[in-house]
């Protein structure tokens, strides 16, 4: 069983709609991330949190929009999404600031946009 | 452009073989992993390698970490059907902040029975 667990595991929206993804850790990691992946590719880096702040944004659009509540939770709200955002989003966590760098992934929320 | 360059990208072997997956950069990484990653799964972590000449052994799955630190290797003896997946290999470069795991474009292996 994964430390990191993502909610919706499926997401089918229109481009007009609002909806959320939902990441969850209970590993006490004080970074976490957000990825997007498409098929056969490697994950590619969109946002980083580091003690609940923001620290890195990929030059992210604007219709992703991340939120760290806690320091167990991380969100990304969507809206106005395109088709070509379609992808699986990964949510991972782990210490911040050097380390290993060792990254823990959530099992990943599949997102359509129609 | 991708820092960490993989090779093979696609790997089909029979049960029982070996193979072998190379990741390799020009730059000089201060800590790399390998993960192994399922169809709409996220990414495993397999292995995390710090120290240039380091080999780590993970059951039948052995990763070396080149002696400047450049480069590694998984090899993978007598594959089984659960080693099927994408194995990928990522690290942070020492030129870089903290924060930006590089990834390489990862190796998709398939074992047959």
């Known amino acids: 069983d994964t430390e990191v667990t993502q909610t919706p595991k499926h997401l089918v929206m229109g481009m007009t709609n609002k909806k959320s993804l939902k990441c969850e850790q209970h590993?006490?990691?004080?970074?976490m991330y957000w990825y997007k992946q498409k098929a056969k590719k490697p994950p590619e880096l969109m946002f980083v949190?580091?003690?609940?702040?923001?620290?890195i944004n990929e030059s992210v659009p604007s219709r992703f929009s991340p939120e760290c509540p806690n320091s167990s939770l991380l969100n990304l709200h969507l809206h106005a999404l395109q088709p070509e955002d379609s992808a699986l989003y990964l949510c991972?966590?782990?210490?911040?600031?050097?380390?290993?760098?060792?990254?823990?992934f959530g099992e990943g929320s599949r997102l359509t946009v129609l | 452009t991708q820092l960490l360059e993989q090779s093979p990208q696609f790997l089909s072997i029979q049960e029982g073989e070996n193979l072998t997956v190379y990741c390799n950069s020009s730059?000089?990484?201060?800590?790399l992993q390998w993960y192994r990653q399922e169809p709409g799964e996220g990414p495993v972590l397999l292995v995390t390698?710090?120290?240039?000449?380091e080999v780590k052994k993970l059951k039948r799955l052995t990763f070396q970490f080149g002696d400047a630190r450049k480069d590694s290797s998984l090899h993978i003896t007598a594959a089984q059907p659960g080693d099927t997946g994408l194995y990928l290999c990522?690290?942070?470069?020492?030129?870089?902040?903290?924060?930006?795991?590089?990834f390489g474009a990862g190796t998709q292996v398939v074992v047959t029975p």
């Open positions: 991972a966590s782990s210490q911040p600031g050097g380390g290993l760098g060792e990254l823990f």
């Open positions: 990522a690290g942070f470069m020492t030129t870089d902040s903290w924060g930006k795991l590089q």
């Open positions: 590993m006490g990691h004080r970074a």
């Open positions: 730059s000089v990484f201060s800590s």
């Open positions: 949190y580091s003690y609940e702040k923001l620290s």
């Open positions: 390698v710090v120290t240039g000449g």
